[in-house]
């Protein structure tokens, strides 16, 4: 008898590495719930709004990929991670999805055993500074302190600038963009720095946001996307289309509002983009009608940009890099055919 | 069936309560190495199949990140990971030697006020340890940095003391000593002069147990001290030179700053850690027989020296062991500093470095090391104290 539940103990012990690695998919259609991972309060990214829900384009990115998968925006779970939190919360499995204005790099995408599924953010290092130091250019910024938070791009972009301007600074880093945000009001710093959406979102939460500005100077590029683990190549696919479903969305001029009506369209690129034809969701291991509902549920590129950071929302940030291919800008969708 | 057959030894190999307990021991012994093993090899099995890096390698690489207090020479764009991991181990040790420092003495003083006979020194004592007792030690690193940061002025506005050290929310900035050639005669004198005072004491002590004569060991130690050293420095022509903090643009340049995280976890380490060493204070003192003290007092001894001769060396050993205790903790509790951003190994090793890098395992293992270390030296030292005073004691 013993023996036997021994060994049954050692068994069930056995499939655990199994488990870990287990298809993603599969596992999130089982739980029926998507835990993704976002951020602990970047205005316009993920942060929760006065009833407590989260809001964001990284939130609406969360939601988009839970409709792909499950049919229903409503079933993500959001995590709050810091910087330095996010990734060993991927690949340890706590969350499926990683959506945390996190920026694609060389190093994060080969050896941390991740891959970055696109870009859904343009974004690039800037500085936010207080009017009265009248300061107008990141060049005069020499000898300077500066607010950063720690474990990000930021930190090495930031020595980088500096040694190549030839000039000197002080880093002081902490933990959450709060306690960066609190440090810099408080007087410990004379700049902020980090990528320049953030920056915005930031400038929001000081008592008078008047009193700073963001410097026009970009010291770097900062692609923002979404993060998977490395080896599932089935839920890499899923979240990338569900990206480049809400740009082609856009190109095609489907809106949450149009969308049933665009079922009857004409177009043939409406039509496999929206199910009606063709086997882009069942190839995915989705349903057929996956963009659909993104669209209907969560909304195209353009409505998810405008609401979080764009015209509609306080931070009222230009789409500049992040407009579609064919106005200007770097958001380009493979085809869907 | 065939237990018949089997020769006795082998029965009573199985049935002898020593020898059963062996086995028994060699087999939960092997279990539990097994169980290890598993964990282990189970996780790097993990590792490996995610494409995650292993390995050491990584210390090797350019950190290239700033950091706002380093011991030693650290350079943005040439340091590498060792170097952040030894500027952050040497930060946490500042915060730690400092702090078991001030604690010490403030919690020696707070707990002999406890026991003050008079009412305003031991009511106040008591409210002090009972406040800061009480209060979360990360609330208390978050009041004195919130403190530090709202009373002091911006760099422009600093508070100037002879025009050589400032104090603005920066941090204090004070004038750094520059070490030409020569200056390593007065830390020759310097030795020399700790060395003679080691020597005049123990002369001292013999001294007053042949003869009973009272030497100043303490104001002639001070003097030889500060004394020695002084005069080397003239002698030697005045070889150390300072360079003078001056404001330059948005901040001062030249000088050492000591910067405000530090020392609001200085503030808030020492104040808390201090509660708990004056109660170990108070209870060492407690119990030493009052006979002892009345002993002294009819030998017509100062109150002064009562303490200091008499119950102290003995409230020592009550003391010691509970006070260990505290040190570990403050050295522990220094990793709270992530909060307010002060530069030590949590914040910078297992904070930005496993952030740049991503190899978690190895890195949380090494910060867990570092802990660990620390702990084992204090109380392997202390424990050493201990055993000398208990010795003495008797």
Same mark, same amino acid.
């Given at each position: 008898m013993k023996v036997t539940k021994i060994a049954l103990i050692l068994g069930l012990a056995s499939t655990l590495p199994n488990l870990v690695n287990a298809a993603t998919l599969e596992q999130v259609i089982k739980k029926g719930v998507l835990n993704c991972g976002v951020s602990t309060g970047i205005p316009g990214f993920s942060a929760t709004d006065s009833k407590g829900v989260w809001k964001g384009i990284d939130v609406d990115f969360c939601r988009s990929v839970a409709t792909a998968v499950l049919g229903d925006a409503s079933k993500v779970k959001y995590i709050p991670l810091t910087a330095k939190e996010r990734f060993t919360a991927l690949q340890s499995g706590e969350i499926d999805l990683l959506s945390r204005a996190s920026t694609w790099t060389a190093t994060r995408d080969t050896s941390l055993g991740l891959n970055f599924a696109g870009v859904n953010y343009y974004d690039g290092q800037g500085f936010l500074v207080k009017k009265e130091i009248g300061v107008t250019s990141a060049k005069e910024l020499d000898g300077a302190s500066f607010c950063i938070q720690a474990g990000t791009t930021t930190e090495l972009n930031l020595t980088d600038y500096f040694k190549s301007n030839n000039m000197e600074y002080k880093a002081v880093t902490f933990d959450t963009s709060g306690q960066t945000i609190d440090a810099f009001k408080k007087g410990r710093c004379d700049a902020v720095t980090s990528d320049a959406s953030q920056l915005y979102g930031l400038r929001i939460k000081l008592d008078d946001p008047k009193s700073a500005v963001v410097l026009p100077d970009i010291i770097s590029k900062e692609p923002l996307g979404p993060v998977v683990r490395q080896g599932d190549d089935e839920w890499f696919n899923v979240v990338r289309w569900s990206l480049f479903a809400t740009l082609e969305a856009e190109e095609l001029g489907v809106t949450s509002s149009n969308v049933d009506k665009q079922?009857? =369209?004409?177009?043939p690129s409406v039509k496999r983009l929206l199910g009606v034809t063709g086997k882009a969701g069942e190839n995915l291991g989705?349903? =057929?009608?996956w963009a659909y509902q993104i669209v209907k549920q969560v909304g195209n590129y353009e409505e998810m940009f405008d609401n979080n950071?764009?015209?509609?929302?306080?931070?009222?940030?230009?789409?500049?890099?992040?407009?579609l291919w064919n106005k200007g800008g770097l958001m380009y969708a493979m085809p869907i055919r | 069936m065939n237990n018949s057959k089997l020769p006795p030894t082998s029965l009573g190999l199985f049935n002898s309560p020593k020898n059963r307990a062996i086995i028994f021991q060699v087999l939960s012994l092997v279990v539990v190495v097994l169980c290890i093993f598993y964990f282990v090899n189970n996780m790097f099995d993990n590792v490996a199949k995610r494409g995650i890096t292993t390995g050491f390698s990584f210390l090797g690489e350019t950190a290239g990140f700033g950091i706002s207090q380093s011991l030693i020479h650290y350079d943005d764009t040439s340091s590498t990971f060792l170097d952040v991991f030894i500027v952050g181990l040497l930060n946490t040790m500042l915060v730690g030697v400092i702090g078991i420092i001030l604690a010490s003495g403030l919690g020696l003083l707070i707990g002999i006020g406890r026991l003050s006979s008079n009412y305003l020194i031991s009511k106040l004592s008591l409210v002090y340890i009972e406040t800061f007792r009480n209060i979360p030690i990360l609330l208390q690193i978050l009041f004195w940095y919130n403190v530090v940061l709202a009373a002091l002025p911006s760099p422009r506005q600093s508070i100037s003391y002879f025009d050589s050290i400032f104090i603005n929310n920066r941090g204090l900035i004070v004038p750094d000593p520059i070490f030409e050639s020569g200056s390593f005669s007065i830390l020759v004198a310097f030795v020399l002069a700790c060395i003679s005072v080691v020597y005049l004491s123990k002369w001292a002590n013999k001294r007053h147990d042949l003869t009973g004569e009272e030497f100043p060991v303490v104001k002639v130690s001070l003097g030889i001290l500060i004394g020695a050293p002084l005069l080397m420095f003239f002698l030697a022509g005045q070889p150390i030179s300072a360079d003078y903090p001056a404001l330059k643009g948005f901040n001062f340049k030249g000088g050492l700053t000591i910067i405000p995280e530090l020392l609001a976890l200085i503030f808030a380490l020492s104040i808390y850690t201090a509660t708990y060493i004056a109660e170990a204070v108070r209870a060492g003192i407690e119990a030493v027989p009052p006979g002892q003290k009345e002993a002294a007092k009819s030998l017509g001894l100062k109150e002064h020296v009562i303490l200091r001769k008499v119950v102290l060396p003995q409230a020592l050993r009550v003391i010691i062991p509970p006070v260990i205790n505290q040190y570990l903790n403050l050295v522990k509790n220094s990793s709270l500093a992530t909060a307010i951003g002060y530069p030590e190994i949590v914040t910078l090793f297992s904070g930005t470095t496993l952030n740049q890098v991503g190899q978690a395992i190895e890195i949380i293992l090494m910060t867990m090391a570092v802990y660990l270390v620390f702990s084992i030296v204090i109380s392997l030292l202390l424990n050493w104290v201990n055993a000398r005073m208990e010795i003495k004691g008797r």
């Open positions: 079922l009857k =369209s004409s177009n989705l349903k =057929s009608d950071v764009g015209k509609n929302s306080p931070l009222n940030i230009d789409r500049g890099l992040n407009n | -």
